[in-house]
């Protein structure tokens, strides 16, 4: 089946997003009220998937859980996107010493990831949402910066942006003209990618404690709390881990399937 990983990806990242939706108007059960008299109860007709140590419905986590990881996802990429991508395009289009100092500002970003930025932020700002976000984002970064400037090198070389320039058209009329809308699909492709970077980094830094605090449930901390009941409840880490599987494979999916529908070098030959 053509396209399959196109189709796989969005019906994963779909869902994802549909849970996230649907928990803003629903879920079964609070999901931050602790119930005594329904510690770890099984799986059954009162708790689809059980209840955690607290007594809280773990369906009801999960799915506030994907409303968190939905918003780090958007915000992290979105701050990556709106940096990363005018200095890639800078970068491809002005070259030079100005090229050298974006690029090689990149390298030195790329020494502090977002686990490193996370640590300083929540250090100096305490633990937060907005702390993961903007740990995420900035070490996201260079990765758009890059395959921007890349992309915009070889539109650069194209002869009718060659033509507009010995025209005299002004630097930011090319980019917003000609650069963008051809980088735009390598973007769309990067985004996606980061995006699913981004909900595993969201996730490790829930279960360091450096991202969203309690009683905000995430995939993260549902992992660090059942670590209490790996041998005899199991199941309270299969299930956050999986959702965590689920959202990375179809972010990752859906990269794969827009690089093969947008890239005309990996288009069949006719």
């Excluded at 996201?140 to 320039?165: G, H, K, N």
């Excluded at 973007?187 to 830094?205: D, K, M, P, R, Y």
Aim: overall charge positive; some cysteine; proline content about 7%.
């Amino acid at each position: 089946m053509k396209r399959a990983n196109l189709v796989a990806g969005i019906v994963l990242v779909g869902l994802v997003i549909l849970t996230a939706v649907v928990s803003l108007l629903w879920t079964p059960y609070d999901p931050v009220r602790v119930d005594p008299t329904a510690v770890l109860a099984p799986p059954g007709a009162g708790h689809v998937l059980g209840t955690d140590g607290f007594g809280i419905d773990v369906l009801s986590r999960l799915m506030v859980s994907a409303r968190t990881c939905v918003l780090v996802g958007l915000i992290s990429v979105g701050i990556a996107a709106v940096i990363g991508v005018p200095l890639g395009i800078i970068a491809g289009q002005r070259g030079g010493w100005l090229s050298e100092l974006i690029m090689r500002g990149s390298d030195i970003l790329y020494a502090f990831p977002a686990l490193l930025l996370a640590i300083l932020l929540a250090a100096a700002l305490g633990a937060s949402t907005v702390t993961a976000m903007t740990a995420i984002g900035v070490a996201t970064v260079p990765a758009f910066a890059r395959v921007t400037r890349a992309s915009t090198l070889q539109v650069m070389s194209q002869d009718y942006v060659l033509a507009a320039r010995a025209a005299g058209t002004p630097p930011v009329t090319i980019a917003v003209r000609h650069i963008l809308p051809n980088v735009a699909p390598v973007v769309g492709v990067q985004a996606s990618v980061a995006f699913g970077i981004a909900i595993l980094a969201e996730a490790a830094l829930s279960y360091l404690g450096l991202a969203t605090p309690p009683p905000t449930p995430t995939w993260g901390r549902m992992l660090r709390d059942a670590q209490t009941y790996l041998f005899s409840h199991p199941a309270l880490a299969v299930w956050p881990g999986l959702a965590i599987g689920v959202a990375v494979l179809g972010c990752n999916l859906l990269g794969d399937g827009l690089r093969d529908l947008l890239d005309p070098r990996l288009k069949e030959v006719r």
